[in-house]
Every structure is written in structure tokens, then in C-alpha cells.
């Protein structure tokens, strides 16, 4: 199994990124994708997560309106749009696939990718 994500960098104030996560060794299309942040000192928080079929979508409030998430199962991809960046959106983003399948749950992994939001 593994999550691999990409697209993090160095952007200014009020800029935007995609980020990605290209899933393998699982099948895909059967989890909910959630992307988590990590920013330093501070625990990982939930950003957003679509369905399996990706027809429905969630947010974090402080995230609603600026970032978007969406999911190419074709491509076993999972995507954060994200826009108006702002610097305490500065943190390390990790992408990770649930699902709960006769009562056993199942969670797996990016090993993340780092998003810097300075001037």
C-alpha cells in the first residue's frame, strides 16, 4: 500500500497550490480521501474529505471556500486545490484513505509533503 503526495512548495500570501496523492495497492475507489494538515508544535488536524464515489465533499471551516478537494479514481488520485493561501496555512499536508468495511477499519498513510505560505 502506499499514498504518495506531491505539488507542496514555497508560495506567496494569497497564492495557490494542487497538491496530489496517487494511491496504490489497495482499491481505491472503495475509500473515503481525507487530507490532514500538521503544522509545527501543533497536532494534525482534519482538512477535508470526499466519498469513495467522490459525490460528496467536506471541510474544515477555515478551509471552506478556499480549498477543494476531488478525486480521479480512474487515476486512483486524490487532489487539494487549494487558493488564497495564507501563512498559518503553513504546515505539512498528508493525504489518507478510510474505510470501514465490516467493522474493521482501515487507514493508511502519505508520508506527506510540505506547504509554505511566506512572503
Known amino acids: 500500500v502506499q499514498l504518495v503526495e506531491s505539488g507542496g512548495g514555497l508560495v506567496q500570501p494569497g497564492g495557490s497550490l494542487r497538491l496530489s496523492c496517487v494511491a496504490s495497492?489497495?482499491?481505491?475507489?472503495?475509500?473515503?480521501m481525507n487530507w490532514y494538515r500538521q503544522a509545527p508544535g501543533k497536532e494534525r488536524e482534519w482538512v477535508a474529505t470526499?466519498?469513495?464515489?467522490?459525490?460528496?465533499?467536506n471541510y474544515a471551516d477555515s478551509m471552506k471556500g478556499r480549498f477543494t478537494i476531488s478525486r480521479d479514481n480512474a487515476k486512483n488520485t486524490v487532489y487539494l486545490q487549494m487558493n488564497s493561501l495564507k501563512p498559518e496555512d503553513t504546515a505539512v499536508y498528508y493525504c489518507?484513505?478510510?474505510?470501514?468495511?465490516?467493522?474493521?477499519?482501515?487507514?493508511?498513510w502519505g508520508q506527506g509533503t510540505q506547504v509554505t505560505v511566506s512572503s
Open positions: 495497492g489497495f482499491t481505491f475507489s472503495r475509500y473515503a
Open positions: 489518507n484513505a478510510h474505510l470501514t468495511d465490516w467493522g474493521i477499519r482501515r487507514d493508511y
Open positions: 470526499i466519498t469513495s464515489a467522490g459525490s460528496s465533499t
